[in-house]
């Protein structure tokens, strides 16, 4: 046999395609080429293929091999066709039957003495294999990655000599098993160290319940971060098929490690990040800190001190939950149904409209500080809560009991049962025909438009201030939204003015 064909699969995206790696064996001078859209990493996978296959004690031809990754059409990045190619040369060869080889994927790089080495998504190659009923054998560190994948078996393979054996009959590789999930964090953080800030933890209680964005506004330590850092411990666990999906973004990166899988992400950036490290992109498109947050939080400190342009970009997926980015070679969509919390200080000093500290700032400098956020962006984002300075005399006064995280899970955990048991979904990503068949008071009604005329909101605005109602409505377990419900809702949209005098 000349020829030989072996199953493995691109990474686009989140998605994984098939891809088969076809080899050809013909007379001429003894040479390697590899065809099919492949990158530099791709083509150089011949020096390591020929070297792993020499040291793993298997002949290399001395004739003019061509190999071909089709389609062709589809781009070929990294090392992870080393294993597939190996193997389809093999075959060409005659060292190793063809038969055995139906039914398998072939993911996984060479080191040039036959050990296989981790490659990036392996993850999403699994979630894809799982539709092909076929059984994917990966390298051993992504045994335990790709397993998280329902549906699909998994094998995991140390080297190549290891692989064969296992084609051969000689030896058979072992399935690949979830990790166990490590232990939370030694320092995990309870809303129940909090002190004070009645009115800021009730927001970021609705925040959880409906998934709804929060920016924080306030002078220096008062306790912003310290609100936001606690946001995942009051979240109820991911779904299964939830921490999957999160996973499988979390692969596609350089580190991931699969005992944090059960995990919410929250990603934090720096202001410094560029708009392609927060949106994704690259020549290779990869997940950006959006996508990396997916299912979860999404947190933005120093919120006017990131540039414009930057947080410009984050308009679509707060829009649409989903990020889709072109390039030359061709167009990668990545999930991003992120919750957006940021926060801020209320001028260059920080204490603008503090009652202790007089703030240095002209109304020139406030006006150009503000002036960094646009307005369709803070449309986007539902509540705007200011945090205030607490004296000492607050701080000892509100040392009696308060909710820890668990106690107020419990509440957030009903309220989102109820959300998706009435529309399948939670508040924040209700349509405005969806959000507008709730039951709602009549003197609720009129509030809502007094307060749309008197505040100039948008009809976005509108429509997501009634959803923070009807978030408000299920931690009260009512099934109208009343006229209380509104005003609770009117009130943390209207502290936004406030934030802007």
């Not at 076929?134 to 990655?145: C, D, K, Q, R, S």
């Not at 509030?447 to 997501?464: G, K, N, V």
């Not at 009343?482 to 406030?498: K, N, S």
């Amino acid at each position: 046999m000349t020829l030989a064909v072996v199953h493995t699969r691109a990474l686009t995206g989140v998605d994984a395609l098939p891809v088969a790696v076809e080899v050809h064996l013909s007379g001429g001078l003894p040479a390697m080429s590899i065809v099919g859209l492949a990158e530099t990493a791709v083509r150089e996978s011949k020096d390591r293929v020929r070297a792993a296959i020499v040291n793993s004690q298997f002949d290399f031809p001395a004739r003019k091999i061509t190999v071909n990754l089709a389609p062709a059409d589809l781009p070929k990045t990294g090392g992870r066709y080393d294993l597939a190619i190996a193997l389809g040369v093999l075959v060409a060869t005659g060292q190793l039957p063809a038969e055995p080889l139906r039914g398998y994927e072939f993911v996984g790089e060479l080191a040039l003495g036959g050990a296989l080495r981790s490659v990036r998504g392996a993850l999403a190659t699994a979630v894809a294999a799982a539709g092909s009923a076929h059984t994917l054998i990966v390298p051993a560190e992504n045994a335990g990655e790709a397993a998280l994948a329902s549906k699909v078996k998994v094998l995991r393979a140390a080297s190549l000599l290891q692989v064969v054996a296992h084609l051969t009959g000689r030896c058979r590789l072992q399935p690949g098993t979830r990790p166990g999930e490590s232990a939370p964090p030694d320092d995990e953080r309870d809303l129940h160290d909090v002190r004070g800030q009645h009115y800021a933890k009730r927001a970021l209680e609705i925040a959880a319940a409906g998934a709804h964005n929060l920016l924080l506004v306030g002078p220096p330590g008062t306790g912003k971060t310290m609100l936001a850092s606690r946001l995942t411990g009051i979240l109820p666990p991911l779904s299964e098929a939830e921490a999957v999906e999160s996973a499988t973004i979390a692969s596609l990166g350089s580190r991931f490690d699969a005992r944090t899988w059960r995990r919410r992400p929250f990603r934090q950036p720096h202001h410094t990040a560029s708009a392609v490290a927060l949106i994704g992109g690259g020549g290779t498109p990869r997940p950006g800190e959006v996508s990396l947050a997916h299912h979860g939080i999404l947190f933005l400190d120093e919120l006017p001190e990131f540039n414009r342009q930057v947080l410009e970009v984050l308009r679509e997926p707060l829009e649409n939950g989903r990020i889709v980015i072109s390039r030359a070679a061709g167009t990668a969509e990545f999930p991003a149904r992120f919750q957006l919390v940021a926060a801020m200080n209320p001028c260059p000093c920080g204490y603008a409209h503090d009652a202790q500290r007089q703030c240095r700032c002209s109304p020139a400098q406030i006006a150009r500080y503000l002036s960094r956020l646009s307005g369709p962006l803070l449309d986007r984002i539902e509540l705007h809560v200011h945090v205030p300075r607490l004296s000492p005399t607050e701080l000892r006064g509100a040392a009696g009991p308060r909710d820890s995280s668990q106690q107020v899970r419990a509440r957030i955990t009903a309220a989102r049962a109820r959300q998706r048991l009435r529309c399948g979904k939670l508040n924040a990503h209700l349509s405005n025909a969806e959000t507008e068949r709730h039951p709602v008071h009549p003197q609720g009604l009129r509030m809502l438009d007094d307060a749309t005329q008197r505040l100039q909101l948008s009809p976005r605005a509108y429509h997501r201030t009634l959803r923070v109602a009807r978030t408000i409505a299920d931690l009260a377990d009512s099934e109208e939204i009343t006229a209380a419900h509104l005003a609770e809702a009117i009130t943390l949209r209207g502290d936004r003015a406030d934030t802007h005098e």
